[in-house]
């Protein structure tokens, strides 16, 4: 058990609706990163927040967006889902906001219809 | 920008046999290097890391990695598989802020 927590486990949805992927992390780090881990495109970083701001961003489509709220566990929002948008998306955490050990959440596995 | 190639897709090997994973890396200045371990179903799990210093270093459940700056690698060793190691191993660069992942290699271990 990594200390970070991941809710839900399991979504399924349609097309055309929208998500969000709550994650808490492990107590004490204020860096979360988000990642997508699909078949095609292996694990790819989405977005990274260091206390409460935005820090850095990868391959986030517009669709998608993200906050850090003050207690510090994180919200992905998925929007306008498309098929494509099927995968497992992980949350990791890690104490600072530079390259540090980032441990990782279980996964919420999404499903679109 | 960084990137990391894990030559190998699949590797079989008996219960008991050593195993070695490959992983490639491309980075500018010195990397901070991981592997990690995803069971199925499971999340990734850090094995190991190097940032600096010794170029061997251990990790849990009898993994080693030896970081070779000459050659760009950093493979990852187990003298022994015990079956519970069956899974899909990633390594990883990171840069400032982000992990750059290779596709991965799953293991099989037969009985």
């Known amino acids: 058990d990594s200390g970070v927590t991941q809710t839900p486990k399991h979504l399924i949805t349609a097309t055309g609706q929208r998500v969000t992927l709550r994650c808490s992390p492990r107590?004490?780090?204020?860096?979360v990163y988000w990642y997508q881990q699909s078949l095609d495109q292996g694990l790819q970083f989405l977005i990274q927040?260091?206390?409460?701001?935005?820090?850095a961003k990868g391959n986030i489509l517009e669709r998608f967006s993200a906050q850090q709220f003050p207690d510090l566990h994180s919200e992905l929002n998925l929007s306008s889902l498309e098929l494509g948008d099927s995968a497992l998306y992980f949350c990791?955490?890690?104490?600072?906001?530079?390259?540090?050990?980032?441990?990782f959440g279980p996964g919420t596995r999404l499903l679109v219809l | 920008a960084q990137s990391v190639t894990q030559p190998d897709i699949h590797i079989t090997v008996s219960e008991g046999a050593s195993l070695e994973l490959r992983c490639n890396y491309s980075?500018?200045?010195?990397?901070?290097l991981f592997w990690y371990v995803q069971s199925p179903g499971q999340g990734l799990q850090l094995l190991l890391k190097?940032?600096?210093?010794?170029?061997l270093v251990q990790g849990i459940k009898g993994f080693e990695a030896e970081f070779k700056r000459s050659q760009s690698s950093f493979n990852l060793r187990k003298p022994s598989v015990h079956w519970s190691d069956a899974a899909e191993y990633f390594c990883?660069?990171?840069?400032?802020?982000?992990?750059?992942f290779g596709a991965g290699t799953t293991v099989t271990v037969r009985a």
């Open positions: 927040y260091y206390n409460g701001e935005e820090r």
């Open positions: 990883a660069v990171g840069d400032d802020y982000k992990l750059s």
């Open positions: 990791a955490s890690s104490q600072g906001p530079f390259q540090e050990t980032q441990y």
């Open positions: 980075y500018g200045a010195t990397p901070y």
């Open positions: 107590s004490g780090d204020l860096s």
């Open positions: 190097y940032f600096s210093g010794d170029t």
